[in-house]
């Protein structure tokens, strides 16, 4: 039986498209919030000079994703607000899939298993505010690909997905916070 927490909300899309501003903001605004095992892994692995790397062990960088998604979201069943996961374990999947590699049966398990709020909010690619670092490497590109794999994964699990606006973090904000405080979410 799918374990399905409907106050547990998602931001996902590709890289550089403002989930994780809107993450902090959220944050400070005093909602729970999980912040994107990526980029917590790329810094550990880049530190301890690991191989959990995305460019060097995509699957061992994936399974690292998936067992600090998993955990998050057993941290956070005891919260009484909504929780925002930047990102979520259906993301694991897209990743894979966008490297080209096969998904682990485990993988599939977790998503149908581990359930988020019906509805996801999806940030589309937004190539104004774009820009790589040390940790994301992607092209505006692969950032599109991301995306375009994240709208196919969620879909495909029967999420309905909610584009969040092109506008100031504040509007985002606003935008997200009325939407949780609607009375017609299941």
């Not at 998050?72 to 929780?83: E, F, K, L, S």
């Not at 485990?106 to 149908?112: D, I, K, P, S, V």
Request: charged share 25%.
């Amino acid at each position: 039986m799918p374990d399905v927490l409907p106050r547990f909300f998602v931001i996902t899309g590709g890289p550089g498209a403002g989930k994780t501003t809107l993450i902090e903001s959220l944050a400070r605004e005093g909602f729970a919030v999980s912040h994107e095992a990526g980029r917590r892994i790329i810094r550990a692995q880049q530190a301890a000079n690991g191989r959990a790397l995305p460019w060097i062990d995509p699957l061992l960088f994936a399974q690292a994703m998936l067992a600090s998604d998993l955990a998050a979201y057993a941290a956070m069943r005891t919260a009484a607000q909504p929780v925002f996961f930047d990102r979520g374990i259906p993301d694991v999947i897209g990743y894979l899939r966008l490297e080209g590699l096969d998904v682990p049966a485990h993988m599939r398990a977790a998503a149908r298993m581990h359930r988020y709020q019906p509805r996801v909010f999806i940030c589309p690619p937004w190539p104004e505010i774009y820009a790589t670092d040390s940790e994301r490497m992607q092209s505006p590109e692969v950032a599109e690909l991301t995306y375009r794999a994240m709208v196919d994964v969620y879909t495909e699990l029967g999420y309905a997905l909610i584009d969040v606006p092109r506008a100031s973090v504040e509007r985002r904000v606003s935008f997200v916070r009325d939407f949780t405080e609607r009375p017609d979410i299941v």
